[in-house]
């Protein structure tokens, strides 16, 4: 059964620092990999999707790594900002033979930036 | 932009009521997925929707839930007989193409509290 860890699962950062988001899942059988951020009560919004094929996708400050025979997946984010400061979900998407294959969350990284 | 719109935000029930939530996914996408954030924990996946039938389901989505698209524009999830650990999160999301590849867009969420 798939299981996605995420460390740290707190992480405190100053105004500025790059930073690094760690995942991890257990079957390397997934089609593809996305990373999310959810803000207190709110919904998740979508940052960047991996395809297994893929090593890498960037959206602005932030860069996404997928090394799927290790099971692994970092989040770079460049210059932290205050406005970074949510929660980082990590999900991948099983390999599901003709169906859809649900997405498998991690428990997430909070993030706080401070001023 | 185009979103996956949810309502109501937030529900309060009585243990063993009928609720509906309802979700307008993005208007040309195809694949209708529902999931549950329990408080401090994991989102997770309830069941996938296409072509008017259930694709997938997770072990949650017992015989007390069930998913409708009901016309063009809603696609509902009911359970039938809440029960207090039915409380958590709702999300609905959507997805546009046949390939596994595609990112799901997340509404908002319900709130859902059973009493």
């Known amino acids: 059964k798939q299981e996605v860890t995420q460390i740290p699962a707190a992480l405190s950062v100053p105004e500025g620092e790059n930073l690094v988001l760690n995942c991890s899942f257990t079957?390397?059988?997934?089609?593809?990999l996305q990373w999310f951020r959810q803000d207190p009560g709110k919904g998740l919004t979508s940052l960047l999707l991996?395809?297994?094929?893929?090593r890498e996708q960037t959206s602005g400050r932030l860069n996404a790594s997928l090394d799927k025979s290790s099971g692994r997946s970092t989040l770079y984010i460049a210059a932290s900002q205050p406005g970074d400061s949510a929660t980082y979900l990590c999900a991948v998407r099983e390999w599901a033979g003709g169906s859809q294959g649900n997405l498998i969350f991690g428990k997430g990284t909070k993030l706080s930036v401070k001023p | 932009e185009p979103e996956v719109t949810q309502t109501p935000s937030h529900q309060v029930t009585q243990m063993g009521q009928e609720v509906i939530l309802r979700c307008v996914p993005i208007?040309?996408?195809?694949?209708f997925y529902w999931y549950r954030q329990i408080l401090g924990q994991k989102v997770e996946f309830l069941v996938s929707f296409y072509n008017n039938e259930i694709s997938e389901k997770s072990e949650i989505f017992d015989d007390q839930f069930s998913v409708e698209r009901p016309d063009g524009s809603n696609f509902t999830l009911k359970i039938r007989s809440t029960k207090l650990e039915d409380s958590a999160m709702y999300f609905c999301?959507?997805?546009?193409?046949?390939?596994?590849?595609?990112?799901?867009?997340f509404g908002p969420g319900t709130r859902l509290l059973v009493l």
């Open positions: 999301a959507s997805s546009e193409a046949l390939a596994h590849g595609e990112t799901q867009y």
């Open positions: 079957d390397s059988a997934i089609y593809n």
């Open positions: 991996i395809q297994s094929s893929q």
């Open positions: 208007s040309n996408h195809l694949y």
